[in-house]
T-cell receptor, first 111, second 114 residues
Framework: QKEVEQNSGPLSVPEGAIASLNCTYS??????FFWYRQYSGKSPELIMF??SNGDKEDGRFTAQLNKASQYVSLLIRDSQPSDSATYLC???????????WGAGTKLIIKP | DTEVTQTPKHLVMGMTNKKSLKCEQH?????MYWYKQKAKKPPELMFV???????INESVPSRFSPECPNSSLLNLHLHALQPEDSALYLC?????????????FGQGTRLTVV
C-alpha cells in the first residue's frame, strides 16, 4: 500500500462545475496535509494546507480533512480552464518526519 | 519577498562535466530542500538542510552533492551524471523543518544529461 494515494486521472470537469480531488494516506498519526498545484513544466505551488478535522475554505478552494477515515480532499468551486493542472497531495508523516507526496491527479476543465 | 530563486533555469551537460545548481532564499527560512522530479511523477526528496544539519535520502547517488555556504543558500554539485538523471530539479524552503510549515518552491532547473 502506497503511503499517499491519489487517482491519477485525468479528471474532466465542465467549466463552472465543482471539481473534487481526493487523497488517502496510511500513517494515522499524520498531522499536516498540503495541496499543491503544478502546471506542466512548472514547479509546485501551494494551494491549501489543513491541520484540523473538518473544512477549510479559501476563495474557490475548500480542503476537507477526515482523520478517522484517513482522507483529505480538495474542492474547487466554479472551475475555470486555468485550474487545469496536476494537483499533488502531500502529507507530513510523523513516522519518519518526512513530507510524502501522492502521484498527483491531472485535472482538465472543459470550456 | 516570498521567492526561492534557482539558477540556471535550464542546463545541458555531458556525462563528464561538473556543474552546480544554485538556490537562494531571503525569507529567513531555516530549512531548505532539493527535490528531483521526473515527468508525470511526484517530487522525490534528495536532501534536507536544517539547523546546520544535512539529511540525505540514502537512495541518492554520490554524483550529487549538496553544499550549504550559509543559511540562505543551498547548492547542488553535479559530477559524472547519467542520462537517467535528466529531470526537473526543484529547490524549496520552509520556515522550519516542522510538520506545520508549508514549503515554497523555486521555479526549478530543467537538467538534460547528454
Amino acid at each position: 500500500q502506497k503511503e499517499v494515494e491519489q487517482n491519477s486521472g485525468p479528471l474532466s470537469v465542465p467549466e463552472g462545475a465543482i471539481a473534487s480531488l481526493n487523497c488517502t494516506y496510511s500513517d494515522r498519526g499524520s498531522q499536516s496535509f498540503f495541496w499543491y498545484r503544478q502546471y506542466s513544466g512548472k514547479s509546485p505551488e501551494l494551494i491549501m494546507f489543513i491541520y484540523s478535522n473538518g473544512d477549510k475554505e479559501d476563495g474557490r478552494f475548500t480542503a476537507q480533512l477526515n482523520k478517522a477515515s484517513q482522507y483529505v480532499s480538495l474542492l474547487i468551486r466554479d472551475s475555470q480552464p486555468s485550474d487545469s493542472a496536476t494537483y499533488l497531495c502531500a502529507v507530513f508523516m510523523d513516522s519518519n518526519y518526512q513530507l510524502i507526496w501522492g502521484a498527483g491527479t491531472k485535472l482538465i476543465i472543459k470550456p | 519577498d516570498t521567492e526561492v530563486t534557482q539558477t540556471p533555469k535550464h542546463l545541458v551537460m555531458g556525462m563528464t562535466n561538473k556543474k552546480s545548481l544554485k538556490c537562494e532564499q531571503h525569507m529567513g527560512h531555516r530549512a531548505m530542500y532539493w527535490y528531483k522530479q521526473k515527468a508525470k511523477k511526484p517530487p522525490e526528496l534528495m536532501f534536507v538542510y536544517s539547523y546546520e544539519k544535512l539529511s540525505i535520502n540514502e537512495s541518492v547517488p554520490s554524483r550529487f552533492s549538496p553544499e550549504c555556504p550559509n543559511s540562505s543558500l543551498l547548492n547542488l554539485h553535479l559530477h559524472a551524471l547519467q542520462p537517467e538523471d535528466s529531470a526537473l530539479y526543484l529547490c524549496a524552503s520552509s520556515q522550519e523543518r516542522h510538520p506545520n510549515t508549508e514549503a515554497f518552491f523555486g521555479q526549478g532547473t530543467r537538467l538534460t544529461v547528454v
